[in-house]
């Protein structure tokens, strides 16, 4: 499997506007390695992780959840195998 590996072609320490990521760690087409350091470059970037979460279950089993996180309510306190960083 051939990862999508290149430069951006703007600069992230740039973008202002708030953003949260909703990341599984069981992830193997974006490294968790690499998905820490893009967000430790956005000064607005917050990452939520799921333990046991992959690339597109994350999105399919946290979907109600990240909905309501996305319509501004918060979280209720962290929750097993969740983590904000």
Do not use: Q, W
Request: contains cysteine; charged residues 30%; neutral net charge.
């Amino acid at each position: 499997m051939a990862l999508d590996v290149r430069e951006f072609d703007i600069r992230l320490d740039e973008i202002c506007i708030p953003l949260r990521l909703f990341y599984g760690e069981r992830d193997i087409t974006a490294p968790t390695a690499r998905v820490r350091r893009v967000v430790a470059v956005l000064p607005t970037a917050r990452l939520t992780t799921y333990e046991h979460g992959a690339h597109r279950s994350t999105l399919c089993n946290r979907c109600e959840e990240i909905a309501h996180v996305l319509a501004g309510e918060p979280l209720a306190g962290e929750k097993a195998g969740l983590r904000i960083v």
